[in-house]
């Protein structure tokens, strides 16, 4: 599992390099989403590959002259105190891996609750085919699903840039709340890779 971990560590890292260096200022908004989300998923599967070679081994004849007689090596002991001083580590990490997998998503779930309480407590107002969430908080324009939440005060004094309501209407239109969530279910499982972050 080990192994496991770090190759996808390490193809994860490179596919985020070559977006650092070649992608990241480009402005081909779609192409990078895709190129993000199928490097998440290479980075899943690529460690999982194994290239598997045959070698055929020719028969060595050989004369029989009997079995080999070793005198006083017929039984072999490890001592006991060997035994009893090897430490499993593996059920130990099984375990760190299990309480970061609750503990991650136990706080992925409190933050979709967070959002889904925002959605029914605040005013909401419909404006073509999305649904304006009016806030008393001074959270940043933001969007899930449909719903793009936006600072009541803010939108009422007109401080807010159409660009930005476009660009978040943009984000609910190409469906980026999926996008999130299942990074989001990713950090969960694999919540011990930083890379993630």
Request: hydrophobic share 50%; aromatic share 16%; charged share 20%.
């Amino acid at each position: 599992m080990l192994i496991y971990i770090l190759k996808s560590v390490a193809c994860m890292g490179i596919f985020f390099v070559f977006y650092k260096l070649l992608l990241e200022k480009e402005n081909m908004h779609v192409f990078k989403r895709f190129y993000l989300l199928l490097a998440i998923a290479a980075s899943i599967i690529i460690p999982t590959i194994v290239f598997t070679e045959y070698v055929v081994v020719e028969p060595i004849v050989t004369t029989e002259i009997g079995p080999p007689v070793l005198a006083g090596y017929d039984n072999i002991e490890v001592p006991a105190t060997l035994e009893e001083d090897v430490l499993d580590i593996e059920p130990i990490l099984w375990n760190v891996y299990f309480f970061g997998l609750i503990f991650f998503g136990l706080k992925f779930i409190k933050n979709l609750g967070q959002v889904i309480r925002r959605i029914r407590k605040n005013p909401k107002q419909k404006s073509a085919s999305f649904i304006q969430v009016l806030l008393h908080e001074n959270f940043p324009p933001h969007t899930f699903f449909k719903y793009i939440f936006l600072n009541r005060k803010k939108l009422e004094s007109n401080e807010i840039p159409a660009e930005v309501l476009l660009h978040e209407e943009t984000h609910a239109k190409q469906k980026h709340s999926f996008d999130i969530i299942i990074i989001e279910l990713l950090q969960v499982v694999f919540w011990f890779n930083p890379i993630f972050y």
